[in-house]
C-alpha cells in the first residue's frame, strides 16, 4: 500500500481531499498510468448525494472518479501493447475471465466485475493509479486527455446504438439530453441514424445537442408523440432510446417507436415501472436493455481518432484536483448549461 493523495467520499454528504493508502504495485499484466483528466459522473454524485445506487452502498471512504485518461509510467511484465510514454484513457470494469458471463462475451454483466468508484473499490481522482493493461487503450495523437475521459460515457452510447442494431437512414428518439443521452444521439448517428430526434425539458441542454449535425431538439414542453409523428409521416421513429431515467417516459413511450421498432433502455429509474405491454405486443416493438457496455472502447476510440466524432462541445467546464470537491457540488448543482464536468490532475 502507498499513501497518496485522493477525492474521497468519507460519507453520503461529506468528501475531503487527504492521505490515502491504495495499492500501486505494478503487478504482471498490469500499468500504472498518471491520471491526467477525469469526468465527474452521475453516478459518482448519486454516491455523494445518497451515498448508494441500488444495491451498492458506501459503508467506509472510497475514491471518486471512473471516467479517466493519463500516461503509461511503467508497465508490468507480459505487457507488450503499451510502453511508458503512451497517452491511454481505462475500462474501468474488469471482470472474472473465466466467468460464465466473459466466456460469452457480455463480461459487463458479470455479477463479479469490479469497477471503479463503485462500492467497496476505489475510484482514481487520485494522482497515479495501477490497472489491467487489457483493458487500457492507446489514445490516437490527435484525441486529447479531456476527450480520452470522454470515451467512457461515449461507450454507453456506443453499448445502445449496437444494441438498436440500426439500419442506415433510421430515425431515432433519444429522450433525455443530459451526457449519456447526447452521446446517445451522437452514437446513434455515427451508426447509421439519419436524424436524432432528442427530447428533454431543459432547452440549454438541447441548444448544446442541436450543434451536431442530424439531431432534431424537441421540448418536451411540446407534444413529443405528436411531433415524432409529423417528421415520419405518421409511422414512428425506428429506434427510440430511453435515457432519462423518469418513470413518466414510460407512460407515453410506445406511442413513439413504429411498428415492429425498438426501444432500448438506458436510463435506470429509481424504482419498477409499469409500461403499455398490449401496445408493445400488437406492435411487435422489441426492447433492449443497457448496462454499461462490451467491447466499445476500441470502436469509441476508433471514431474520435478519424475525426467522425467530436465531444469536446460536450465539456462545460474543468477544475483542478484542489478544486475537485467544487466540481462536485457544481454537479450537484445540475445547472441545465452543463453537460460534463471534469477535473485535470497535473
Given at each position: 500500500?502507498?499513501?497518496?493523495?485522493?477525492?474521497?467520499?468519507?460519507?453520503?454528504?461529506?468528501?475531503?481531499?487527504?492521505?490515502?493508502?491504495?495499492?500501486?504495485?505494478?503487478?504482471?499484466?498490469?500499468?500504472?498510468?498518471?491520471?491526467?483528466?477525469?469526468?465527474?459522473?452521475?453516478?459518482?454524485?448519486?454516491?455523494?448525494?445518497?451515498?448508494?445506487?441500488?444495491?451498492?452502498?458506501?459503508?467506509?471512504?472510497?475514491?471518486?472518479?471512473?471516467?479517466?485518461?493519463?500516461?503509461?509510467?511503467?508497465?508490468?511484465?507480459?505487457?507488450?501493447?503499451?510502453?511508458?510514454?503512451?497517452?491511454?484513457?481505462?475500462?474501468?470494469?474488469?471482470?472474472?475471465?473465466?466467468?460464465?458471463?466473459?466466456?460469452?462475451?457480455?463480461?459487463?454483466?458479470?455479477?463479479?466485475?469490479?469497477?471503479?468508484?463503485?462500492?467497496?473499490?476505489?475510484?482514481?481522482?487520485?494522482?497515479?493509479?495501477?490497472?489491467?493493461?487489457n483493458y487500457t487503450f492507446k489514445l490516437p495523437d490527435n484525441v486529447s486527455f479531456a476527450e480520452g475521459a470522454m470515451v467512457?460515457?461515449?461507450?454507453?452510447?456506443?453499448?445502445?446504438?449496437?444494441?438498436?442494431?440500426?439500419?442506415?437512414?433510421?430515425?431515432?428518439?433519444?429522450?433525455?439530453?443530459?451526457?449519456?443521452?447526447?452521446?446517445?444521439?451522437?452514437?446513434?448517428?455515427?451508426?447509421?441514424?439519419?436524424?436524432?430526434?432528442?427530447?428533454?425539458?431543459?432547452?440549454?441542454?438541447?441548444?448544446?445537442?442541436?450543434?451536431?449535425?442530424?439531431?432534431?431538439?424537441?421540448?418536451?414542453?411540446?407534444?413529443?408523440?405528436?411531433?415524432?409523428?409529423?417528421?415520419?409521416?405518421?409511422?414512428?421513429?425506428?429506434?427510440?432510446?430511453?435515457?432519462?431515467?423518469?418513470?413518466?417516459?414510460?407512460?407515453?413511450?410506445?406511442?413513439?417507436?413504429?411498428?415492429?421498432?425498438?426501444?432500448?433502455?438506458?436510463?435506470?429509474?429509481?424504482?419498477?415501472?409499469?409500461?403499455?405491454?398490449?401496445?408493445?405486443?400488437?406492435?411487435?416493438?422489441?426492447?433492449?436493455?443497457?448496462?454499461?457496455?462490451?467491447?466499445?472502447?476500441?470502436?469509441?476510440?476508433?471514431?474520435?481518432?478519424?475525426?467522425?466524432?467530436?465531444?469536446?462541445p460536450l465539456i462545460s467546464e474543468t477544475f483542478t484536483f484542489e478544486d475537485s470537491i467544487k466540481a462536485f457540488d457544481r454537479?450537484?448543482?445540475?445547472?441545465?448549461?452543463?453537460?460534463?464536468?471534469?477535473?485535470?490532475?497535473?
Amino acid at each position: 500500500m502507498t499513501k497518496v493523495r485522493a477525492l474521497v467520499l468519507e460519507r453520503q454528504h461529506e468528501l475531503a481531499l487527504r492521505d490515502i493508502d491504495l495499492p500501486l504495485e505494478t503487478g504482471p499484466g498490469q500499468v500504472k498510468i498518471k491520471i491526467h483528466t477525469v469526468g465527474v459522473c452521475g453516478s459518482d454524485v448519486h454516491y455523494y448525494t445518497h451515498g448508494k445506487i441500488g444495491p451498492f452502498i458506501v459503508n467506509e471512504p472510497m475514491v471518486l472518479g471512473h471516467e479517466a485518461a493519463g500516461t503509461v509510467v511503467e508497465v508490468g511484465a507480459g505487457v507488450t501493447h503499451l510502453k511508458i510514454g503512451d497517452r491511454v484513457c481505462m475500462e474501468p470494469g474488469i471482470p472474472d475471465p473465466n466467468s460464465k458471463a466473459s466466456r460469452l462475451g457480455m463480461y459487463n454483466i458479470d455479477p463479479a466485475v469490479t469497477f471503479w468508484a463503485t462500492p467497496p473499490i476505489h475510484g482514481v481522482l487520485t494522482p497515479e493509479v495501477v490497472h489491467p493493461a487489457n483493458y487500457t487503450f492507446k489514445l490516437p495523437d490527435n484525441v486529447s486527455f479531456a476527450e480520452g475521459a470522454m470515451v467512457e460515457p461515449f461507450a454507453v452510447g456506443m453499448q445502445a446504438a449496437t444494441k438498436a442494431k440500426i439500419t442506415p437512414g433510421d430515425t431515432a428518439v433519444v429522450l433525455g439530453a443530459g451526457p449519456i443521452g447526447t452521446m446517445v444521439a451522437i452514437a446513434a448517428l455515427a451508426g447509421g441514424c439519419a436524424r436524432a430526434i432528442v427530447a428533454d425539458l431543459a432547452q440549454p441542454k438541447l441548444d448544446i445537442a442541436a450543434q451536431y449535425q442530424g439531431v432534431i431538439p424537441v421540448n418536451i414542453r411540446e407534444n413529443l408523440a405528436e411531433e415524432v409523428s409529423r417528421l415520419t409521416d405518421g409511422w414512428g421513429a425506428d429506434v427510440v432510446f430511453e435515457c432519462s431515467g423518469s418513470p413518466k417516459a414510460w407512460e407515453t413511450i410506445m406511442a413513439l417507436p413504429r411498428p415492429g421498432g425498438v426501444i432500448v433502455v438506458v436510463g435506470l429509474p429509481v424504482n419498477p415501472v409499469g409500461f403499455d405491454v398490449s401496445t408493445a405486443s400488437t406492435k411487435e416493438i422489441r426492447i433492449e436493455t443497457v448496462f454499461r457496455y462490451a467491447h466499445q472502447y476500441e470502436r469509441s476510440i476508433a471514431l474520435l481518432g478519424s475525426g467522425r466524432v467530436d465531444l469536446k462541445p460536450l465539456i462545460s467546464e474543468t477544475f483542478t484536483f484542489e478544486d475537485s470537491i467544487k466540481a462536485f457540488d457544481r454537479a450537484v448543482e445540475a445547472r441545465p448549461t452543463d453537460v460534463k464536468l471534469q477535473i485535470v490532475m497535473a
